[in-house]
């Protein structure tokens, strides 16, 4: 990306935080490309050569022990989960992604990092690709009207609140979510203390980007020097795998944000909360 630091490269210990009685709004963007736009850009060839966003931080964290997780693919893909490319600084870029349930069956949920500079523009050419696997396409290719993500993350690009959504267009007249059949839920305020399913598409080595993968770890700890703290879970997936969703039971609690260097097998995430919920409200109220 842009800064060195790119998605999640900012110290957490330098991050401007918003007053913790606050509730600030959703920033929104209604995007200018046209669906047919998008589509012809990404040809199967710029979506093979995309980047994937890093995930790893330069600021200094405890090394600790190594944290236990299984990692594995899935034997059969949910298209609840895709993965997600845009356009920065005329470079293309790979994340991840979950289709949710929501009113107008079309919000995609992913970090921060995914949609905006943080703080900055936001991205162009914005896609989502459900079951993405092998550069197969089997539920078609959605691209955003509407790009989202939390003030904090907008404004200075605070970890505690790096997530995302998008808005889809319809796909001959059909939505997202009832293309795929099997959205996500989404949850806010959960106890922070769960077994997760992080899923991601991973295409920083030694990945290559074309499958999912989902790590299965209890939470670990929680970063301190976030306000509030954020989530950490046993994963070694690298970049690319940035916003996809930590699942329990059917909901999404938190996406892949960032790792340490120092610590680069535990997984951060942020805790959804009230910022989150008003944020998921923005999107799933567009029309």
Avoid at 15 to 38: C, F, H, L, N
Avoid at 40 to 49: G, V
Avoid at 174 to 200: C, E, K, M, N, V
Wanted: aromatic residues 12%.
């Amino acid at each position: 990306m842009k800064r060195a630091v790119t998605l999640l490269g900012l110290f957490l210990a330098g991050v401007i935080v918003a007053p913790a009685q606050a509730t600030p709004p959703a920033d929104v963007k209604q995007v200018g490309q046209s669906r047919e736009e998008v589509l012809a850009y990404w040809t199967a060839e710029r979506m093979r050569n995309a980047k994937p966003a890093p995930l790893a931080r330069g600021g200094k964290a405890a090394k600790g022990s190594q944290y236990p997780f299984t990692r594995y693919e899935p034997a059969s893909y949910n298209p609840a989960h895709g993965k997600v490319f845009f356009t920065d600084g005329g470079v293309n870029y790979v994340c991840s992604g979950t289709a949710l349930t929501s009113g107008n069956e079309s919000v995609v949920w992913t970090a921060g990092h995914c949609v905006n500079e943080g703080p900055g523009q936001y991205f162009t050419n914005w896609a989502f690709v459900p079951a993405y696997k092998d550069g197969a396409r089997p539920y078609g290719t959605w691209t955003a009207r509407t790009l989202l993500t939390t003030s904090p993350w907008q404004k200075s690009g605070d970890f505690s609140y790096d997530e995302g959504a998008a808005v889809v267009s319809t796909n001959g007249g059909a939505t997202l979510t009832d293309t795929i059949g099997t959205p996500r839920g989404i949850g806010f305020d959960r106890p922070a203390q769960q077994h997760y399913l992080s899923h991601g598409y991973p295409a920083a080595g030694p990945f290559n980007g074309q499958r999912l993968w989902i790590c299965e770890a209890d939470l670990a700890l929680r970063d301190t020097s976030a306000e509030p703290d954020t989530m950490g879970i046993g994963c070694d997936m690298t970049g690319g795998s940035s916003g996809g969703g930590w699942v329990v039971g059917n909901d999404v609690l938190s996406v892949n944000s960032y790792h340490y260097r120092t610590l680069s097998n535990v997984m951060f995430g942020p805790y959804q909360g009230d910022v989150a919920r008003q944020l998921y409200n923005a999107a799933s109220g567009t029309r």
